[in-house]
T-cell receptor, first 115, second 112 residues
Framework: NAGVTQTPKFRVLKTGQSMTLLCAQDMNHEYMYWYRQDPGMGLRLIHYSVGEGTTAKGEVPDGYNVSRLKKQNFLLGLESAAPSQTSVYFC??????????????FGPGTRLTVT | DAKTTQPPSMDCAEGRAANLPCNHSTISGNEYVYWYRQIHSQGPQYIIHGLKNNETNEMASLIITEDRKSSTLILPHATLRDTAVYYCIVRSSNFGNEKLTFGTGTRLTIIP
């Protein structure tokens, strides 16, 4: 199993440009998440999804949109990139079937720079 | 979810046990304690979690005090590959509460 994969690994955008980050998981997990991590800080939740076709806002959702059209994929979109969105973006997935307490599995991250 | 307090950094000699403390004095009855680590900007890696009993797996042991206000993650024989930032997270088990709140964690350095 590849686990959680993220595409692309690196990207540089100009202010105002748009892009989509792709997260894919092959573990048949119901839940998927997008986090961002700024230098020297912990991760903050942007959006998450508890199932195909459903999404919800996390702690820092402004400036981002998400879609979960297929169970294995979770897309994060930036419609008009801003320098404040320069960060490392991590995707994660988890499965609640194992009980109420369950771990999240993280991807390797996408390093985004907005100039 | 309850807040956690961790020391910003710790050193440990290679081969010794690394004991990482975490305070979570406002933890409530249905909140679990989770530990994750992040090695050199990679994605965080789950280590262990517990509710009130001590837990052990192939990676580490988790000791939770009887009043549940603090816990200690123990890496029994630390290696250089255990150098990482370790996050202690408290999260309720309520369905729909999916947020993991990461603080700044403890930067553990294993010294040869």
């Amino acid at each position: 199993n590849a686990g959680v994969t993220q595409t692309p690994k690196f990207r540089v955008l100009k202010t105002g440009q748009s892009m989509t980050l792709l997260c894919a998981q092959d573990m048949n997990h119901e839940y998927m998440y997008w986090y961002r991590q700024d230098p020297g800080m912990g991760l903050r939740l942007i959006h998450y999804s508890v199932g195909e076709g459903t999404t919800a806002k996390g702690e820092v959702p402004d400036g981002y949109n998400v879609s979960r059209l297929k169970k294995q994929n979770f897309l994060l979109g930036l419609e008009s990139a801003a320098p404040s969105q320069t960060s490392v973006y991590f995707c994660a997935s988890s499965s609640p079937q194992r009980g109420l307490a369950y771990e999240q599995y993280f991807g390797p991250g996408t390093r985004l720079t907005v100039t | 979810d309850a807040k956690t307090t961790q020391p910003p950094s710790m050193d440990c000699a290679e081969g010794r046990a690394a004991n990482l403390p975490c305070n979570h004095s406002t933890i409530s009855g249905n909140e679990y304690v989770y530990w994750y680590r992040q090695i050199h900007s990679q994605g965080p890696q789950y280590i262990i979690h517990g509710l009130k009993n001590n837990e052990t797996n192939e990676m580490a042991s988790l000791i939770i005090t009887e009043d549940r206000k603090s816990s200690t993650l123990i890496l029994p024989h630390a290696t250089l590959r255990d150098t990482a930032v370790y996050y202690c997270i408290v999260r309720s088990s309520n369905f729909g509460n999916e947020k993991l709140t990461f603080g700044t964690g403890t930067r553990l350095t294993i010294i040869p």
